[in-house]
């Protein structure tokens, strides 16, 4: 049983949901498939963030995580202290604003409702939904011992996040990650041909590496060692 495929039908679940095909990247390209990088983010308001089509918006993030990464790397204090400071100097500063305005006879501005939509939630969970169980499908295949190539290239990204992890916090990997995503979109959005011309070439030439390497130690290894081990 293939894991790819079963992925597949994986997504093809959910209530009310449509079963998709599977298609490759290469499929997607011959057919033409075109859409925009606003699409293909998902679209809405965090779309316009990432692609700076409300640029106050996506320069108060940068701000923001620069400030909490420079709070939590060099200011001493733990998770739970920070975010309790800033909570409390929150709610002291609300309540202050609406007694001061209280006292003046003025009419203290509304703040906004702050709502989950249903949609939201739901999507949100669809989404986790088929990537934990890609996760749980591939850790089950793993602990059967079904597959040992599977099992040495998980070994081998698991090796190379725990030597990534030794160089950076946990904080910097996501203050890195939070600039990654606000500024490599809308760059590639900008210059998309270039991008796509250059990627292309490191793609066949990392590719070209990778059938190398794959055929001379990875498809050497045996899928079952089990088997193996009966012969």
């Given at each position: ?18 079963e ?7 499929s ?6 075109q859409s925009?990088?606003h ?8 779309a316009d963030?990432?692609l ?7 320069f108060?993030?940068i ?16 998770f739970l202290?920070?975010c309790?400071?800033?909570l ?6 609300l309540?202050?604003r609406a007694?001061?305005?209280e006292?003046r ?11 989950l ?13 088929v990537?934990?169980n890609y ?9 059967l011992?079904?597959d040992f190539?599977?099992?040495?290239k998980?070994?081998?990204?698991l090796w ?15 203050y890195?990650?939070?600039i990654?995503?606000?500024?490599v979109p809308?760059?590639y959005?900008?210059y998309e ?8 070439l490191i793609h066949?030439?990392?590719s ?5 390497v ?5 498809n050497?290894?045996?899928?079952d060692?089990?088997?193996d081990?009966?012969?």
């Amino acid at each position: 049983m293939d894991i790819s495929q079963d992925i597949c039908n994986l997504e093809g679940d959910g209530s009310g949901r449509k079963e998709t095909p599977c298609t490759t990247s290469s499929s997607c390209s011959s057919s033409g498939c075109q859409s925009s990088i606003h699409q293909i983010i998902g679209g809405g308001a965090a779309a316009d963030v990432i692609l700076w089509k409300r640029g106050h918006v996506s320069f108060a993030i940068i701000i923001v995580a620069t400030v909490l990464w420079l709070l939590f790397e060099h200011s001493g204090l733990s998770f739970l202290s920070i975010c309790s400071n800033v909570l409390l100097i929150l709610v002291v500063l609300l309540f202050l604003r609406a007694n001061y305005s209280e006292i003046r006879n003025e009419q203290p501005q509304t703040l906004p409702e702050l709502v989950l939509s249903e949609e939201m939630v739901n999507s949100t969970a669809a989404s986790l939904r088929v990537k934990i169980n890609y996760a749980l499908l591939t850790a089950h295949y793993i602990t059967l011992g079904k597959d040992f190539r599977l099992f040495f290239k998980v070994v081998v990204c698991l090796w190379l996040l725990s030597v990534i992890g030794s160089f950076f916090s946990f904080f910097t990997l996501a203050y890195i990650g939070t600039i990654i995503s606000i500024t490599v979109p809308v760059l590639y959005s900008k210059y998309e041909e270039r991008v796509d011309r250059y990627a292309g070439l490191i793609h066949r030439k990392f590719s070209k590496h990778y059938r190398i390497v794959d055929d001379s130690v990875t498809n050497r290894i045996p899928r079952d060692l089990s088997k193996d081990k009966d012969s």
